[in-house]
């Protein structure tokens, strides 16, 4: 089977095309219309050829058409005042398919792959998505393949007497072309992560995708109605590196807090706070109580226009990431627009602290977020707060916020609320019973749900008390709040997030856009604000399956180790690998018991040794054959199935170890010589074709196009001295050529010696002719 090398070229460079669309179309970074415009376009150019067209008459079109299309962008991104990327990123388009219409030269094809990385780079714009980095994988592998046939065809066209056999190729050439462009990947992909790194790069993140978040709002509307969607997309991803939290729902992710209550919505007027600066990039919030150990939490946010710091209540102190840029820190609502200006200017690497505990940044605003917390969530008993002193939290509450600002009541405060909650707390005897109690009588005889009821003309905390009496967490936070302050209790709202989904294969908790939620929030003397939530138990239900689990930890891993690969993610890998060179008495790794964790682990080391001796063996096996592409899926089956039945034992580098033991197994056994040296197949090549040019001398009629089975016929039918020799030189050529058989050195001595004895002949019968 052989393939014409121009049409081959040609293909390749149209996937290569199609692939920075098909990023396009991911990104949505063009609409329908360009999309399709483009595709059909496209298809329409790889026909635009002679014989149905010459280059001479439609060259002279070019010009005027570009320049047209270029005042067109410019003048409709002037007139629309549209984005001058989009413009430029419409030209590249123009551009490329241009030159597809222009494939004249071999260059014109290069220009053409050229233009289409542009395009591709120009995505990163508009998406960052592991999708994305699948695709910019498969092209860097065609492109490889793509720029070696480009100088295939370069040197057929320098050497005319070659073109004839050099312009057909067939699979085994092409496979050839694709290991060596894979190998050539996966070395970058090494270098990528070997070459040091000093922060999160020029641009930080600015890939990232663009999207606010969904659930989480530092607004809160009581007022809105209809039905809320399950967003299950993942907003915030925590890992912990001491070991996952023995229970995952009552973490509650603290973001913003709330004091003021109009009837309809929550406001922030307590915002006066101070910056906090960084020291060695760690922010001192508050100071810990002495000898408290407090939870890490390496918490990676997506992209939000909120630019919160979350973390579990209280967080005592919060790391920054390294980056070769100053920070800037969000101020939220702080004022007028000048003076926000103003303390934006005076911020460097810090994070502004408000009063209220709530703690801010600012990072671009369209960028994700990558920063550490320490805290350690309070949970005191009921006994403890039954016995806290509410004259002197009441002091301390009006020394810090004065004009009882945690007990204000909306204007519209309607009697019965008041009514009600005395009458639910009557039997109360504490401070801690009251508040226990209304959070038990809206929990036991309220209703959770989504689809939100129309409150109509009523007040909306009205109508979810006394007509409807059900709705999402911020109707539950809002009355409860509202109840506790009604009878002189001070209260606040809060809204963050509640729990996550553990993510199994990855090891971290995914914080879902549907995981936002409100709480209440009331003071103690001696502990400071306590949380209480009054939502039923089982209002967040656990959304996803073992397939988003995976997508997710896959999307995760790309941007831990791919946008977002720094400094810290460089030295943790360093660190893992002294970890496993640490000798395991030196270690804790499963047991320091080595019979315990041989008990353990015996059986997939077993496993480990088997396959890779049968990897060896399988490539022993296959020593001179033709590597075939289902020999490459199964050492890829191979390599996957051992790489995953290893990780377990050394971690994440158990499963690079055991992929990679069978796959050296296999290449060593099928390919290392452990004799003698082999000789090349472009030395037996340069042979062949000096016997060939030969036979040609001796009149024979071969031409370059003719293979060398064709010769071998010729040869065989002649009267040339020899002939049988000559027969058997050409037949061992074949069998190294094309049928995977070796020479040793020695070999290939005794058949340089044949080729010479042959052309001896030969050229000294030629000498007579000419005597005589």
Known sequence: MTWNLTTTHKTCTYALVGIALAALVIANATNLFVNGLFLVLGLVSWFWEPPRIRWEQVAPLWMPLTVGVLVLLVLGTV?????????????????TLAKLFQRERPEDYNQATALSFLV???????TSDILFGLLFALYVILGVMNFTLYHLRVQVRSHPKAAGQSRLFGPRVMMALFWVAVVTFLMSVGLFFLFPRVGLGFFGRGAGQQEASQGFNDQVNVGDHGRLNQDTRVVMRVEFPEGRPPQIMPLYWRG???DRYDGT???????????????????????????????????????????????????YRVKLPETVQGLRVQVGNLGEPQDRARIIRQWGRSVYQTRTGDVYY??????????????RPIFPSANDLRRVDWNLTRQRVQQQWPNEVYLQLPPDFNPKIRELTEEITRTAPTEFDQVQAIQDYLTQNFTYTTDLPNPGDEPPLDAFLFTHQRGHCEYFATAMTVMLRSIGIPARLVNGYLGGRWNQYDQYLAVQAANAHSWVEVPFAGYNWVTFDPTPAGALPQIGGWWSDLADALRFRWNKYVLEYNLDTQMEGVKSVQSWLTPPANRQVQSSDWQTWWRQNGLRVGVVILLTGA????????????????????????????????????ETWGTALGGGAPALAYVLARYLRWGQAQASVPAISRLYLQLRDELAQQGLPITPEMGPMAVLLMVRASDLPARDVAAQVLETYMNVRFGGQSLSRSEFRSYQQQVQYLLQQWQSRQKQKVTH
Do not use: C
């Open 256 to 258: 913003v807090s709330f």
């Open 79 to 95: 007139a629309l005042k549209a984005n001058p990327l989009d413009a430029s990123l419409y030209l590249l388009l123009y551009l």
């Open 615 to 650: 990897s060896g063996v399988w490539g022993y096996g296959h020593r001179g054959r033709v590597f075939r592409g289902r020999d490459g899926l199964g050492l890829v089956l191979l390599v996957g199935g051992t790489g995953w039945v290893a990780q377990p034992l050394l």
């Open 362 to 375: 600012n990072y671009g605003g369209d960028v994700g977020y990558q920063y550490s917390a320490w805290s």
């Open 120 to 126: 591709l780079a120009a995505t990163t714009v508009y």
């Open 265 to 315: 919505a929550w406001l922030r007027t307590q915002m006066d706070g101070q910056l906090k600066s960084a020291q060695d990039q760690v922010v001192e919030l508050r100071s810990p109580p002495e000898g408290t150990a407090l939870i890490r939490q390496d918490i990676y946010l997506e992209p939000s226009p909120h630019l919160v710091l979350f973390a579990l209540n209280p967080a």
